[in-house]
């Protein structure tokens, strides 16, 4: 949930955190406002990274957000519209 966070932040100038919790799983949505991702695919690749020198001058911005979350779910969804803003659902069954 962190990394989503962190990138709605960074990319989405802020968002919303929605976070259901049942018997046997938890789904988290991050949803902001954003820019959108202009190439999913491209985004999903470790090391890749659009965050400014501002960034990445904090520690942040190594381009392993997006495929941390993916590896560390058990269900991951990225939808993105280019000037609309991104939604990222992350699913953890226990």
Not at 6 to 19: D, E, L, S
Not at 53 to 63: H, N, P
């Amino acid at each position: 949930m962190y990394e989503a966070e962190i990138n709605a932040v960074i990319h989405g100038k802020g968002g919303k955190a929605y976070v259901s919790i049942d018997n046997d799983k938890v789904i988290i949505n991050i949803v902001d406002q954003g820019p959108g991702v202009e190439n999913i695919e491209l985004a999903m690749q470790e090391g890749y990274s659009t965050a400014p020198d501002s960034i990445r001058a904090m520690g942040f911005g190594a381009g392993m957000g997006l495929p941390n979350i993916k590896k560390n779910s058990d269900e991951f969804n990225i939808e993105s519209e280019k000037g609309k803003g991104t939604k990222v659902t992350i699913t953890v069954i226990f």
